[in-house]
């Protein structure tokens, strides 16, 4: 029955019902995303450097200095321990704040505002308060360490510090947002199963094993694969906090893309490394979609 209808509906849709419900939806996505992805894949196959018309064909040559290159890996070092300095604590802060938001006490809008306040706002305008913040001769963070006796580090400049300063930044961003979706998650945990561990005599811990924790296990997932996307796509906190710098050390794959672009005006092998970049995002958008199923299944 459900057969006849859908082809009875196909023989109705005309050429113009066709254009108007399916190709013309379709062409934001062909000109904003297609298009550019073709033209950066062709460009990766040039020596075009930005500025002039004239380009030479090189075929896989800048894939091949790429992944020979020491700075591309220095970047994708750097990327990794961007990515699980950032996830791991935001995920674990995100899980704690949205567990003592479940408690009824006075003022938990505002606790929940609070917390959730770094994350409506924009990364620059953070990173500059922190750029102020980690400065090494009068900055905040060092004044408060010079209270206790602690000489504090020139934060930004300091090739052993550099990128913790940066990561930091980032928590301080990201646990709010993680925070509402855990909020959330709990929220739709049936009371029944709380009942039931009350009549069990289970404590805050065995309740934060048994319920809490299996029944969060899809958001915990979608947070993890997407807070490892937005960590490979960081860039503001990077570029006002440390430019990449110092002698490398906070220099990520998008940041790397950057320089290569813009800095060195090296078109072909910019889009080869953004090519890559689109590649690691898209598989970690499969293992999630993947996964998201396998979960909820």
Request: net charge positive.
């Amino acid at each position: 029955m459900k057969t006849s209808i859908r082809k009875s509906y196909e023989r109705k849709l005309g050429l113009k019902e066709f254009l108007t419900y399916f190709l013309i939806p379709m062409l934001p996505l062909l000109i904003f995303w297609f298009l550019p992805m073709l033209a950066s894949l062709i460009i990766s196959f040039t020596n075009w450097n930005y500025v002039s018309p004239n380009f030479d064909i090189v075929g896989l040559g800048n894939y091949k200095y790429i992944l020979q290159d020491g700075f591309f890996w220095q970047a994708v070092k750097n990327t990794l321990v961007f990515g699980i300095g950032t996830v791991v604590p935001v995920l674990l802060l995100g899980f704690i704040f949205a567990l003592f938001l479940q408690g009824n006490f006075r003022g938990k809008l505002i606790y929940q505002g609070f917390l959730f306040s770094p994350w409506v706002t924009p990364m620059v305008a953070m990173s500059i308060v922190w750029s102020w913040m980690l400065r090494g001769d009068v900055g905040l963070i060092n004044r408060i360490l010079a209270t206790v006796g602690i000489d504090g580090p020139n934060w930004l400049s300091n090739e052993n510090t550099a990128m913790l300063a940066v990561i930091i930044v980032t928590i301080w961003k990201n646990a709010g947002w993680a925070m509402l979706f855990y909020t959330d998650a709990m929220s739709k945990i049936p009371n029944s199963l709380f009942e039931v561990g009350k009549l069990e005599g289970i404590n805050i811990f065995e309740k934060i094993k048994y319920i809490y924790f299996p029944m969060t296990k899809s958001t915990t997932f979608f947070l993890l694969i997407m807070n490892l996307i937005t960590s490979i796509q960081a860039y503001d906190q990077f570029s006002v906090l440390t430019r990449g710098g110092p002698a490398g050390s906070t220099r990520t794959l998008l940041y790397l893309f950057y320089q290569m672009a813009f800095e060195e005006f090296n078109m072909g092998k910019a889009s080869a490394i953004s090519l890559i970049i689109v590649i690691i995002t898209a598989i970690l958008s499969l293992l999630m979609i993947f996964m998201r199923k396998k979960l909820e299944a």
